[in-house]
Nanobody, 114 residues
Framework: VQLQASGGGLVQSGGSLSLSCAAS????????IDWFRQAPGKQRELVAA???????TYADSVKGRFTISRDNAKNTVYLQMNSLKPEDTAVYFC?????????WGQGTHVTVSS
């Protein structure tokens, strides 16, 4: 399965962006699908995850601003990002895990200007 992330771009502080992660195959069997981000000079961090059954979890820094969702029919996972801040600037990666296998998409750049 290949993952293709899209939707990044340049946005002003307070603005919104919606990221998409399209899979080449079915996402229904994935145990976890999530979004990570990596800012320049920093480690990759978990932003949001959607787990078996639909449970979602978020990093404290994005709670109340970001929403992760999935559409199994379209084999796509979304990350709606609202009230963006300059500190959200990073490369965003989608990731999925099925049993012991991990799948990564290429990153999509998000830049938030102040």
């Amino acid at each position: 399965v290949q993952l293709q992330a899209s939707g990044g771009g340049l946005v002003q502080s307070g603005g919104s962006l919606s990221l998409s992660c399209a899979a080449s195959g079915s996402i229904a069997s994935f145990n976890v699908i999530d979004w990570f981000r990596q800012a320049p000079g920093k480690q990759r961090e978990l932003v949001a995850a959607i787990i078996d059954g639909g449970t979602t979890t978020y990093a404290d820094s994005v709670k109340g601003r970001f929403t992760i969702s999935r559409d199994n029919a379209k084999n796509t996972v979304y990350l709606q990002m609202n009230s963006l801040k300059p500190e959200d600037t990073a490369v965003y990666f989608c990731h999925a895990r099925r049993m012991l296998y991990n799948y990564w998409g290429q990153g999509t750049h998000v830049t938030v200007s102040s």
